[in-house]
C-alpha cells in the first residue's frame, strides 16, 4: 500500500506557464483534496472531490482546476502560473465521511513560480 | 466566521521539560477536532480525533483533550524525535466534507 503519492516532488515554472500536478491514492478512498500550504499559514482546501466524476471549490480555487476521472486519481491543474502561486501543495483522501475521518496526506510538492 | 487559532507559534523546549499546545476554536458545531504532526518536507500524518467535551486520547509521550472552546496537546517528558509542527484542525457540521486548519505551533525538542 502506497497510501498517496504525488509527483513532481519540486517543480520550478515561469509565469505563464502551465502545469499539472499528479495525485493517486491506493486506499480505494472516495473523497480527495487539494490544498496549499504558505509559510506561517494553515493549509488552505483548493478543490476537493467526493467521488469519481464529482469536484467542488475549496476556499481558494482561482486559478486552478481539477478533474476526477476515478477513484485514484484527482490531478490538479495550474493555468497560466502566477508568483502568488507559490507554495507548497498537498493532496489527501479519506474513506468516507461517516466514519472515522482523518485524512491521508501525500508528501507534497513545492511549487516555485518565477 | 468559523476560525481555528494555535498557540503558541513555536516552542522550545529541553528533553523532559513537559509543555501543552493550545487550540481554541469557534465554529457553529463542531463534529471533531483533529491533531496532525508535520515533519518538515513531509505531509501531515494522523495523531488523533476528538468528538466530544472531556474526551482525551494518548499515544506514547502525547496527550489530547478537549472542552468546548479548545483543545490540549499535552507533551510529556519530550525527546528530541517529538521535533515537528502540530497542527489542529476542526471538521464542522454544516461542512463536514472539510477541515479548517489553524497555523501549527512548531516544536523543537533540544537535548
Known amino acids: 500500500n502506497a497510501g498517496v503519492t504525488q509527483t513532481p516532488k519540486f517543480r520550478i515554472l515561469k509565469i505563464g506557464q502551465s502545469m499539472t500536478l499528479q495525485c493517486t491514492q491506493d486506499m480505494n478512498h472516495n473523497y480527495m483534496y487539494w490544498y496549499r500550504q504558505d509559510p506561517g499559514m494553515g493549509l488552505k482546501l483548493i478543490y476537493y472531490s467526493v467521488g469519481a466524476g464529482i469536484t467542488d471549490k475549496g476556499e481558494v480555487p482561482n486559478g486552478y482546476n481539477v478533474s476526477r476521472s476515478t477513484t485514484e486519481d484527482f490531478p490538479l491543474r495550474l493555468e497560466l502560473a502566477a508568483p502568488s502561486q507559490t507554495s507548497v501543495y498537498f493532496c489527501?483522501?479519506?474513506?468516507?465521511?461517516?466514519?472515522?475521518?482523518?485524512?491521508?496526506f501525500g508528501p507534497g510538492t513545492r511549487l516555485t513560480v518565477t | 466566521e468559523d476560525q481555528v487559532t494555535q498557540s503558541p507559534e513555536a516552542l522550545r523546549l529541553q528533553e523532559g521539560e513537559s509543555s501543552s499546545l493550545n487550540c481554541s476554536y469557534t465554529?457553529?458545531?463542531?463534529?471533531?477536532l483533529f491533531w496532525y504532526r508535520q515533519d518538515p518536507g513531509k505531509g501531515p500524518e494522523f495523531l488523533f480525533t476528538?468528538?466530544?467535551a472531556g474526551e482525551e486520547k494518548e499515544k506514547e509521550r502525547l496527550k489530547a483533550t478537549l472542552t468546548k472552546k479548545e483543545s490540549f496537546l499535552h507533551i510529556t517528558a519530550p525527546k528530541p524525535e517529538d521535533s515537528a509542527t502540530y497542527l489542529c484542525?476542526?471538521?464542522?457540521?454544516?461542512?463536514?466534507?472539510?477541515?479548517?486548519f489553524g497555523a501549527g505551533t512548531t516544536v523543537t525538542v533540544r537535548a
Open positions: 476528538l468528538y466530544s
Open positions: 484542525a476542526v471538521q464542522i457540521r454544516s461542512n463536514d466534507y472539510k477541515l479548517s
Open positions: 465554529v457553529s458545531g463542531l463534529r471533531g
Open positions: 489527501a483522501s479519506t474513506l468516507d465521511r461517516e466514519v472515522i475521518y482523518e485524512q491521508y
